[in-house]
């Protein structure tokens, strides 16, 4: 079965400084991947998505990730972070072997900017 | 404005007492799914549909049971709920399958006591 997995349950950055946020997946065919973020008692809302076109995606808010198949990867970065930006981070790959319908989601990172 | 919405956002209730957690989408969406999230566990697909009267099980169906009658809506049934269910759920759409991304709704936390 795929998997999604992030590292940094937790990431803090000062406003202004970049934002990276990594996402790393198990699968021996590239998959659709998404980065969903989830701001306090809110559901999650798409930041940005790969489909199998252009490997550096652009999103909403700044936001974009690239696609790195040789490092199964797909880190999402912000140039410059905003006090706006702090919430819950989300990465999810779409299950190709069972159903495209299974989005598997990674356990989450949650971010913090410092004034 | 296109959304999923669920009803309700908050309920507590007792160990097996039954209940129905409504979702409607106004998308005209095919694909629904319910997700729980639990601390340090992200989110996990318990049931998902295809389509009016097709639906598969997730990763954790058990205690759950869906019904997709009608495009629309996607209930989420807790016949006989426990203090294991306790979470928060939600209720997502998508119009392509897979590749599009889902709409999700505000959720809903449940605790059983």
């Known amino acids: 079965a795929q998997s999604v997995t992030q590292l940094g349950s937790h990431v803090s950055v000062s406003e202004g400084a970049l934002v990276l946020l990594r996402c790393n997946y198990s699968s021996s065919v590239p998959p659709y991947l998404f980065w969903y973020v989830q701001y306090p008692n809110q559901g999650l809302q798409l930041l940005l998505k790969y489909t199998s076109a252009a490997t550096l995606v652009k999103g909403i808010n700044g936001f974009e990730a690239e696609f790195k198949k040789s490092e199964t990867s797909f880190h999402l970065t912000k140039p410059s972070a905003h006090m706006s930006d702090a919430a819950e981070y989300f990465c999810a790959v779409s299950d190709f072997k069972t159903s495209y319908d299974k989005v598997i989601f990674g356990p989450g990172t949650s971010l913090s900017v410092i004034p | 404005e296109a959304q999923v919405t669920q009803n309700p956002r908050y309920l507590i209730t007792v160990t097996g007492k039954k209940l129905t957690v409504t979702c409607s989408q106004n998308m005209n969406h095919e694909y629904m799914s319910w997700y729980r999230q639990d601390p340090g566990l992200g989110l996990r697909q318990i049931y998902y549909?295809?389509?009016?009267?097709?639906?598969d099980k997730g990763d954790v169906p058990e205690g759950y049971k869906v019904s997709r009658k009608e495009k629309r809506n996607f209930p989420l049934i807790l016949e006989s709920p426990s203090p294991n269910q306790t979470s928060l759920y939600f209720c997502?759409?998508?119009?392509?399958?897979?590749?599009?991304?889902?709409?999700f709704g505000s959720g809903t936390r449940l605790t059983v006591v």
């Open positions: 549909s295809m389509n009016v009267e097709v639906t």
């Open positions: 997502a759409s998508s119009l392509n399958r897979g590749g599009g991304g889902y709409t």
